[in-house]
């Protein structure tokens, strides 16, 4: 690795990890399942490796193959993941219109 | 550079930004909802990108594993219930850790001989995280879903073995990244780390799910975030490094809550020293009626709930929140305590009482309620043990001593909902059940709530 792509890497990595901290540490534990299932619903992000490894030039069939299975858990998480946070956080979002009908 | 990858670059530029406006959304939930849209939008542009932007030469196995994984996981979306949001978010920390690790294993067999050393240490560290995190995510989620025995699996000489392991692992490793013509070490590494992720989580009790739980989402961000180095793909570091200190913050708070540390947990093997633990308290549990229950809380001021899993298990949330709207009707003011570890994961009793449309402004952290015991008339402890133990307050010689607890033994009165005699999960004797203030209404807690709330109108 070039060692000025390593030092950006090292920033990136590092002002990240800041940044998450300052992020993460207000989401209330009211929120942290579905802090949790989003999170990891972005790490799905590695799907863009495995996109390029299932069908890239330069790749052997093997590695293609490789490929699709990574393609496959990663879009799992992807699709799962967002789907899933998205129907916690309604649960915690409709509710003032509800309790609101309920006092009438 | 080529056009369109300029292009690629520009999308992953605006995914990252995305992902972060998306999780400080998070910090409310009125806003959450609407923060996921933003990260959906980052995820969906960085497809595309990836798919313009790199000289794609095969889309059959590109479309067939969209195809198969959107299936797959539009179904878990959709099906899932919420008691078993541990199990379905161990499963995705194991798909995200194959997936990196995968990816560094393709990597591997394609440029390996190429790579420079700090590269290939990169490598390295995915491919054993990714391992290591999927054998020991999916031993997690098999506990959690009940396919292997929730107790802590243990045998003499335990801590040796796992040291044997994640030496030879660590030193597989190393010899990796030393001498790129070793290809066997590269192999070694990749299996031992296997093993080592079912060793890791084997001897730890369900009941410390939640530290678990937290820290394989860490090792799955951290590998994604090594995929990143690997590819020179900034958009993978940020993603990864994100999901890598949620889940380490998460971590610690868990442990915080439970006042253990971390390698306690791991390798504490919780639940193996019960013998001279329990200070032997005396006395009798006194038990009380339906009916005398029921009377307690329609003529209550304050009534404070504190769900534990116990609630969970017996599937009794809409039971309470039809029993809490019976009594805020009557004028009675209803909270809830929630346990930082009350559930099988961060968080996770809240929204197992927000699916049961328990509105989010009663449901209260430890810290906020704790001070309001003293002024509540009933607390109602439904399935939870360990976190109202007042022996980890006072009691420095108890298993769970300096853990921080629900301090319901301070409400003026107790009504404890279980299902028998017997001791709760950690199997420690609770002193609470002995207190004069406190009384115990024995059965299933979902029946007994519905029959409270008859109880309640006919009062």
């Not at chain 1, 009211?30 to 799905?44: C, Y």
């Not at chain 1, 899933?84 to 509710?95: E, P, W, Y």
């Not at chain 2, 797959?72 to 194991?94: C, D, E, K, N, Y």
């Not at chain 2, 490793?173 to 780390?193: D, E, K, R, T, V």
Request: aromatic share 8%; glycine share 10%; charged share 10%.
């Amino acid at each position: 690795m070039n060692p000025a792509v390593l030092i950006a890497s090292v920033y990136v990595f590092a002002l990240a990890a800041f940044l998450g901290y300052q992020v993460i540490s207000r989401v209330p534990p009211l929120l942290h399942t579905p802090l949790m299932s989003a999170t990891n619903a972005i790490s799905g992000i590695s799907l863009i490796g495995s996109l390029v490894l299932a069908g890239a030039k330069g790749y052997p069939q093997s590695a293609h193959i490789l490929g699709f299975i990574a393609v496959t858990t990663a879009t799992v998480n992807v699709v799962g993941g967002f789907g899933i946070t998205d129907r916690m956080l309604k649960m915690f979002g409709k509710r003032k219109t509800e309790s609101k009908e309920a006092a009438k | 550079m080529r056009m369109t990858s300029y292009f690629m670059e520009a999308t992953y530029l605006v995914a990252s930004i995305l992902f972060i406006l998306s999780l400080k959304k998070m910090s409310h939930p009125e806003t959450a909802r609407r923060g996921m849209f933003l990260a959906e939008a980052g995820m969906f542009a960085a497809i595309v990108g990836t798919l313009v932007g790199t000289q794609i030469v095969t889309w059959t196995w590109i479309i067939a594993g969209l195809a198969v994984g959107s299936i797959i996981g539009g179904w878990m979306a959709v099906s899932v219930p919420m008691t078993a949001m541990p199990q379905r978010t161990a499963l995705s920390h194991a798909f995200g850790a194959l997936a990196a690790a995968l990816v560094g294993i393709g990597e591997f067999v394609v440029k390996g001989a190429e790579m420079g050393a700090v590269t290939r240490s990169a490598l390295g560290f995915e491919v054993m995280l990714g391992a290591l995190t999927t054998t020991g995510s999916l031993i997690a989620a098999g506990k959690l879903q009940g396919i292997i025995g929730g107790k802590p699996i243990q045998f003499r000489g335990q801590n040796a073995v796992n040291m044997i392991i994640a030496v030879s692992m660590v030193s597989s490793f190393i010899i990796f990244c030393i001498h790129p013509q070793f290809i066997a070490a590269f192999y070694s590494m990749l299996g031992i780390a296997f093993v080592f992720g079912v060793m890791l989580v084997i001897p730890i009790g369900s009941a410390d799910m939640p530290v678990v739980m937290s820290l394989l989402n860490s090792y799955a961000g951290l590998a994604a975030a090594a995929t990143g180095f690997v590819l020179s793909n900034n958009v993978l570091i940020i993603a990864g490094t994100l999901d890598g200190f949620s889940g380490f913050i998460l971590s610690v708070l868990m442990c915080k809550a439970m006042n253990r540390s971390i390698t306690n947990v791991l390798f504490g093997g919780f639940g193996a020293v019960i013998a001279e633990a329990s200070s032997n308290v005396g006395g009798v549990m006194r038990e009380i009626s339906l009916d005398d229950a029921a009377m307690q809380l329609a003529f209550a001021n304050r009534v404070v709930f504190v769900p534990g899993y116990g609630l969970a298990t017996a599937q009794a949330q809409h039971a309470v929140r039809e029993l809490a709207e019976l009594l805020e009707a009557r004028g009675v003011s209803v909270k809830y305590a929630i346990h930082p570890v009350a559930g099988r994961m961060p968080g996770h009793m809240n929204v197992l009482l927000a699916e049961a449309n328990v509105p989010y402004s009663m449901l209260y952290e430890m810290e906020q309620i704790n001070p309001e015991f003293s002024s509540t008339d009933v607390a109602v402890v439904i399935g939870a043990n360990d976190v109202v133990n007042p022996d980890a307050r006072d009691n420095p010689k108890s298993l769970i001593a300096g853990m921080p607890i629900l301090e319901v033994d301070r409400a003026k009165s107790v009504i404890v909902l279980k299902r028998g005699q017997g001791r709760g999960f950690s199997g420690l004797e609770n002193p609470l059940f002995f207190k004069s203030c406190t009384s115990m209404l024995y059965g299933d807690a979902k029946s007994s709530l519905s029959h409270l709330a008859q109880a309640v109108q006919h009062v």
